[in-house]
């Protein structure tokens, strides 16, 4: 701001104007604007890089609340059991080099952003706990508290939202690859990764999974730590909860956890998008002639690994023969010269019925699967004898590295035609498509998309289809985007939505389970579609909308945040300056509070003039 100031005051100047105040007058003056909002600035550890870090938390989190009440020109207050609540979302997210708190008020005008805490560290479950510790017992009283809105006491109603990730640290659940993956219920991620066709709808009698609950979270947790130093190891015996849940849902209720709506479009739609570039690149290998050859690729790929593996297997033998001391003569049911598995898995010799341990005689478990095993006594080879067995050891590790390395040549020569297939035809009219439509894939991390970039996908996935040639999978493709696009327009709606609209997004979720799976039964069922067929129709019923919980705005706060990091990025002292960077977002975040008057009539467009201190339109008279 104070930048964009010397400017304006050196572009009036030049004019001959003098009438701005002198650049101290307007610090202070910046300075007077966040009264209110007063912050504590501290150092403390960040578990993640083993350093200190800055953190900028603000003292009075209640305050805060009422200061952003009072700037705010009008709130829609939801009325819940016949009673008007303010609906108050928190949450979190990492955004450049700090990750940040911050809370919306749900249906206030104009929207804004208020950031509570900063800290110059990633976003880890511990550096989250610190970050919550000053401000978590108001956090956990802010439900139920009363706030005063046009002279009126209003009840407030916590929510939380943010990111997959972010949700997981808040109540302690492992992660996208737990065994059990879902924040509200208990669906094995096995079930999620081989649907193999089977509808995924609440609707099918076979897919009905127990809800889990806020004392189930904790019982778990506390079973977990009892009984495990290990906890993450352990995981899957305890639902999949790893940590203390850091901030417990209102009333204990689960649906108090928004499902992330944005970071829902951002996952399924680069998904499907990967599956309309897989059948694109598809059909330019069998243009190219290189449809057997891609099948020689995989049959290749499959005895380059079991090579590795069957010579791993053999190295692990002859490492344990080396070491000597640690070998034993076979003993019991193992009859190999030196035993030294502890396992229960054998298998029996097919000529002299001899039983051994698989990793005493080196086998791979592909070889487990074969109909006959011969052992080395069978196979003329000495094994009273040592030397006899490593020297057989040795001979045989020599010919697979040798087969290895003969796939491995085959395997390169492969790859350099599908290398020159790169940027095929086809492909490359996909890749011009998207820029045609204004989305540059390259640009963004793992290449995935923004969500304005999604948004126009989606809008335009005609055209993208286009480049294929079968009809069958096109029109598959494009019914794909179809109703996503459908189910995804009424999530995002910024409104409460009708019953009937309810009704129908409960009916388009729940049949896409049964569609999806079954016009792709090889594709597997990420966490986010999970979420979108089962739990968004949840939420959507009770609260009558996910649009107005969204947690698109506070991810747009990353953008000004790196912006006043690069403008401060001189000053030494990590805590001032963190503090400027919070002082300058929480100025930007007034701005959004400000009302804004119009300076044209949107009927007309005539100039609007002041009658009785009220802007009207001299034409309309409104």
């Given at each position: ?478 019914e794909l985007f179809s109703r996503f696009h459908e189910i995804y327009v009424l999530i995002s709606a910024k409104r409460v939505l009708t019953s009937d609209e309810i009704d129908h997004l409960k009916s ?40 107005l919980f969204s947690e698109q705005m506070a991810e747009s706060i990353h953008a000004q945040s790196n912006r006043f990091h690069r403008t401060f990025a001189s000053i030494r002292s990590r805590p001032r ?46």
């Amino acid at each position: 701001p104070m930048y964009r100031f010397r400017q304006l005051r050196a572009f009036l100047e030049g004019k001959g104007i003098s009438i701005l105040a002198s650049e101290k007058k307007m610090r202070a003056e910046m300075h007077k604007r966040c009264e209110g909002k007063e912050v504590e600035v501290s150092l403390i550890d960040d578990q993640d890089k083993n350093r200190k870090a800055a953190l900028v938390t603000v003292k009075d989190l209640f305050s805060h609340i009422n200061a952003s009440i009072q700037k705010c020109t009008d709130i829609n207050l939801r009325n819940v059991n016949g009673t008007p609540e303010l609906h108050v979302k928190f949450g979190g997210d990492k955004g450049g080099s700090s990750t940040k708190l911050v809370y919306e008020l749900v249906g206030a005008n104009p929207p804004s952003v208020n950031v509570v805490s900063m800290l110059e560290a990633s976003d880890t479950t511990e550096n989250l706990k610190n970050i919550l510790d000053p401000i978590l017992g108001q956090l956990q009283s802010l439900h139920g508290h009363k706030f005063t809105i046009n002279d009126t006491e209003v009840s407030c109603r916590l929510f939380i939202y943010g990111d997959y990730e972010f949700l997981c640290h808040i109540l302690g659940h492992q992660g996208a690859s737990a065994s059990f993956p879902c924040h509200y219920c208990l669906v094995p991620l096995a079930e999620l990764q081989k649907c193999n066709g089977k509808p995924h709808s609440p609707t099918d009698p076979e897919c009905k999974y127990k809800s889990r609950t806020v004392s189930s979270y904790k019982k778990n947790y506390e079973a977990n730590l009892k009984e495990n130093e290990d906890l993450r190891k352990s995981g899957r015996f305890y639902q999949s909860i790893v940590s203390e849940m850091l901030i417990t849902p209102p009333d204990n209720d689960l649906l108090h956890v928004v499902p992330p709506a944005l970071h829902i479009l951002l996952g399924l739609t680069l998904k499907f998008f990967n599956i309309l570039l897989t059948n694109v690149k598809e059909e330019d290998t069998v243009d190219n002639g290189l449809s057997a050859s891609l099948d020689q690729k995989d049959d290749i790929m499959l005895k380059i690994e079991q090579t590795q593996e069957k010579i791993e297997a053999l190295e692990y033998v002859q490492s344990k023969l080396k070491s000597r001391s640690r070998g034993k003569t076979g003993k019991g049911s193992c009859s190999a010269p030196k035993c030294f598995s502890y396992d229960d898995t054998y298998i029996t010799c097919s000529l002299c019925d001899q039983v051994f341990h698989t990793k005493c005689v080196g086998l791979s478990s592909a070889e487990l699967n074969e109909s006959k095993f011969t052992c080395m006594s069978c196979s003329n080879v000495d094994v009273s004898s040592l030397q006899e067995i490593e020297a057989a050891l040795c001979a045989e590790i020599a010919h697979l590295t040798d087969l290895s390395g003969t796939y491995q040549n085959i395997m390169k020569d492969l790859q350099e035609k599908f290398d020159a297939l790169e940027h095929s035809s086809k492909e490359e009219k996909l890749l011009e498509i998207l820029h045609e439509i204004g989305v540059d894939r390259q640009a963004y991390h793992s290449n995935s998309f923004v969500g304005n970039h999604c948004l126009k996908i989606l809008q335009n996935a005609n055209k993208l289809t286009e480049v294929l040639d079968d009809d069958s999978e096109r029109s598959r493709i494009n019914e794909l985007f179809s109703r996503f696009h459908e189910i995804y327009v009424l999530i995002s709606a910024k409104r409460v939505l009708t019953s009937d609209e309810i009704d129908h997004l409960k009916s388009l979720c729940h049949k896409f389970g049964t569609w999806f799976p079954e016009n792709f039964p090889s594709a597997t069922i990420p966490i986010k579609l999970h979420m979108l067929i089962y739990h968004v129709p949840e939420f959507v019923s009770k609260w009558g909308s996910l649009g107005l919980f969204s947690e698109q705005m506070a991810e747009s706060i990353h953008a000004q945040s790196n912006r006043f990091h690069r403008t401060f990025a001189s000053i030494r002292s990590r805590p001032r300056q963190l503090h400027l960077v919070y002082t300058h977002l929480t100025l930007e975040s007034g701005k959004g509070c400000q009302k804004v008057v119009p300076r044209k009539c949107k009927t007309c467009k005539s100039f609007l003039k002041t009658i009785n201190n009220v802007k009207r339109c001299p034409k309309c008279e409104v």
